[in-house]
């Protein structure tokens, strides 16, 4: 009886953080980052350009 409940404990604790992440996201990575946490940054990954893409082939300013 005590596992149960302190799997149903930690299942609602996850399923709390996560959609407190996900609804306030800005209050989330400033939390993060108060804990010390790293907020993870986007890596930027080159372009290849219109050129191989097909649909934008011939189109002026191309298509994305």
């Known amino acids: ?3 149960e409940t302190i799997v149903a404990i930690l299942l609602v604790s996850i399923a ?3 959609w407190y992440a996900r609804l306030f996201p800005v209050s989330w ?3 993060k980052n108060a ?3 790293q907020s993870r940054t986007p890596v930027a990954i080159p372009s ?3 050129s191989s893409c097909k649909a934008c082939s011939g189109k002026a300013g191309g298509c994305h």
């Open 1 to 3: 009886m005590m596992i």
């Open 29 to 31: 990575g400033r939390l």
């Open 48 to 50: 290849k350009g219109c």
């Open 16 to 18: 709390a953080l996560y």
């Open 35 to 37: 804990c010390g946490l």
